[in-house]
């Protein structure tokens, strides 16, 4: 389903494409971007999906990068040739902050386990891990490791999502690290709208809150909400997830599905400072200050974690 865009974001949106063609520039955006972004994006993704793409197809020597600073971050540790950019610095995900290197490090000297990272980190925090996961693969990750016993972080409730499927003992890392806009979604949400929609599926994101998890018909990655939807019979869905998903969802299912998502206060202020003014600033004056480069000695470690989560999921 097309969605028609006002005529002054249409003309930002033309000239963008216009330029990026022109410099042949390589726009990647998160399912969390706003649709204006989403629209004219050469490729969408979840962070999983964006990595693979990141290694495997980003053909130009410049990529921006319409997403946060730790999605930005592995597609420049994967193309230590390119330049990448992200139209804003200030778009960091809180919960990739709470996970310092030092954590890790002191967890890796207390036990000896292997160390599962959620891509959602600082690459200082990679760097010390064995292997990366997202929130698409981080079951069969864990799986993968032949250890009962797993250091993960730094989503609590990712890892509760991992120890639920898999049996797996978490250690957590941090403590108690969380995103703030799944940890909104509460049981009451999906109770209000499950009565005005009966017949309607729920779909959650696995940084969603145990009991939400527990009582969802599916709980996945943005692109495993969207496949589920996508392939669904049903009609009706009541999403716990950033309400950017929503977006992706209606194109790829032309509008066929009716979306309800349990909170419209589900927005990623990070993902949401992106616009299409910055990424045409961009465009303009390719400033040095907005590239992503991470030191060589952290990517270089950090890189083969992301790899190796990469050949086996
Ligand atoms: P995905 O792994 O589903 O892309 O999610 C990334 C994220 O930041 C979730 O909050
Ligand atoms: Fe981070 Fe949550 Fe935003 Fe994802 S939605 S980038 S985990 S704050």
Request: hydrophobic fraction near 40%; charged fraction near 25%; charge should be neutral.
């Amino acid at each position: 389903m097309e969605q028609s865009f006002p005529k002054q974001i249409q003309r930002l949106q033309e000239e963008i494409i216009k330029l990026k063609e022109k410099e042949d520039i390589f726009l990647m955006a998160h399912y969390y971007q706003r649709p204006e972004i989403q629209a004219i994006a050469d490729v969408l993704g979840d962070s999983l999906g964006l990595s693979r793409i990141a290694q495997q197809k980003a053909k130009s020597d410049i990529i921006i990068f319409a997403g946060v600073t730790f999605m930005a971050e592995t597609a420049s540790i994967l193309n230590p040739n390119k330049t990448v950019y992200i139209p804003d610095k200030a778009a960091k995900c809180p919960m990739a902050a709470m996970c310092p290197a030092k954590a890790v490090q002191s967890l890796k000297a207390q036990y000896d386990l292997p160390v599962v990272l959620y891509v959602n980190t600082l690459a200082e925090a990679k760097a010390h891990a064995d292997i990366m996961c997202t929130s698409a693969n981080a079951v069969e990750i864990c799986r993968s490791l032949n250890s009962d016993s797993i250091i993960f972080g730094p989503d609590w409730n990712l890892g509760w999502h991992v120890n639920w499927k898999s049996g797996l003992e978490i250690i957590p890392v941090p403590e108690h690290g969380y995103c703030y806009v799944h940890k909104k979604f509460e049981v009451e949400d999906f109770l209000k709208l499950k009565k005005q929609y009966p017949k309607a599926l729920i779909t959650v994101h696995p940084e969603c809150n145990p009991e939400v998890q527990k009582m969802a018909d599916h709980v996945g990655s943005t692109a495993g909400i969207k496949k589920f939807i996508k392939n669904s019979d049903a009609s009706d869905f009541i999403i716990g997830t950033e309400i950017g998903l929503g977006f992706a969802i209606h194109q790829e299912t032309a509008g066929q599905k009716r979306l309800h998502f349990a909170r419209d206060d589900a927005i990623c202020q990070a993902m949401k400072c992106i616009t299409l003014e910055k990424i045409r600033e961009i465009l303009i004056k390719f400033p040095k200050e907005n590239v992503i480069k991470v030191p060589e000695e952290i990517a270089n470690a950090a890189r083969k974690g992301i790899v190796k989560m990469l050949e086996l999921s």
